[in-house]
């Protein structure tokens, strides 16, 4: 469990090829069943990792696990929207900056 800008979350550890699965299989049952078109991909910046995590490969950047949560979006990407994007060059997919206060 993380803190998070919405409160509290749970993070999935996408270096895990069954948990990707599993958070996939959800998605295209809520895709199929409500006829949604897109989604939008929030929250994959290693910022939101507890500061003492492991994950199911180890890693030797934090920021490759950004990576492996921008590969679970890979099969929604027609219209999905996406926040993080390490090593991201080669995925055609909507790539938005964090959100900016302004003051």
Request: with cysteine.
């Amino acid at each position: 469990m993380v803190e998070w800008w919405n409160g509290i979350g749970a993070i999935l550890d996408f270096t895990n090829p069954a948990a990707r699965d599993w958070f996939q299989s959800h998605l295209r049952q809520l895709r199929h069943k409500y006829g949604i078109s897109s989604f939008k991909f929030d929250a994959g910046e290693t910022s939101y990792l507890p500061k003492q995590f492991s994950t199911f490969r180890p890693l030797s950047d934090p920021s490759i696990w950004s990576r492996r949560y921008t590969e679970m979006a890979i099969p929604f990407y027609e219209l999905a929207e996406v926040r993080v994007g390490y090593q991201s060059q080669n995925i055609s997919c909507f790539f938005r900056i964090i959100d900016r206060d302004s003051i």
